[in-house]
């Protein structure tokens, strides 16, 4: 399926994604704070059902929330009613130049046109304004022989490539939006958050049903391969641990004040 397919079925099961998605560390957004102040105005992009937005609001960051799926924005709205929500599509929406403190994007940037993203996102900042990235990467840790293990299902039952098992936190690359190289920050700041979460079967199974990529397999090959999954799972005790690696890249736009 091409990208633009893909980033369309998350709203499928509104409420899945909002009941099994995680959040983020909430030091991630401490760090945060620190660089764009108390009360920035923040623009966030692909807020899916406010898995970042929460810690926003409760910090009583004013949030304009970008959603192109209006099943997730209606879950999101019935969340938040500080947030203000638009529905669209990011790549194609006018919204006014430099008119945030804080453009923010959660596991969600990498489905934006990779050729415009970084400047759109500029545009919108006032002066010394912040573009923060936050991006999730399954790592290795937790139940390592499963996830070693689980590569059996998914090539008897998916196209994907053979892995060759999780990469280590310290191994994922940094900055991988060209941050540093793009020329439009002053500075850019890299954090990163490792963090661990217990599954059950049916909770990881769960979880699964809430990725593109499993959403779209046709009927026949998820079930066979969650039968798969959901048998290994239950043959190492009935419960396995993830290991999370969230990354936060930071730029400070050097834009200057309209005339």
């Known amino acids: 399926m091409s990208r633009e397919s893909l980033r369309r079925t998350f709203g499928e099961d509104a409420d899945l994604y909002d009941r099994v998605r995680p959040t983020y560390p909430p030091e991630l957004f401490d760090a945060l704070a620190a660089v764009v102040g108390d009360h920035p105005r923040v623009l966030e992009i692909g807020p899916g059902t406010g898995q970042a937005t929460s ?6 960051w004013p949030v304009t929330a970008v959603e192109l799926s209006p099943g997730l924005a209606a879950v999101l709205r019935r969340k938040y009613s500080t947030v203000e929500v638009i529905v669209a599509d990011f790549d194609t929406l006018d919204l006014p130049a430099r008119s945030f403190d804080l453009v923010i994007s959660a596991t969600a940037f990498h489905w934006l046109d990779p050729a415009t993203r970084v400047q759109r996102c500029v545009d919108l900042l006032r ?51 060209g941050f540093e190289r793009s020329g439009l920050f002053g500075s850019v700041e890299f954090r990163s958050y490792v963090w661990d979460v217990d599954y059950s079967a049916p909770e990881y199974l769960e979880l699964l049903s809430s990725y593109s ?21 239950e043959a190492t005790g009935g419960s396995i641990t993830k290991r999370y690696l969230n990354q936060l890249s930071v730029g400070i736009s050097l834009n200057q004040p309209l005339a």
């Open 55 to 60: 810690a926003m609001v409760e910090r009583a």
């Open 127 to 177: 002066p010394g304004g912040a573009l923060a990235v936050v991006s999730t990467h399954h790592v290795a840790g937790g139940s390592e022989q499963f996830f070693v293990d689980v590569q059996t299902c998914y090539d008897r039952f998916t196209d994907d490539a053979v892995a060759n098992g999780l990469p280590a936190a310290d191994d994922v690359p940094k900055d991988p939006e």
């Open 213 to 233: 990529g499993h959403r779209a397999l046709t009927i026949e090959r998820r079930d066979g391969l969650y039968d798969c999954i959901g048998a290994l799972i």
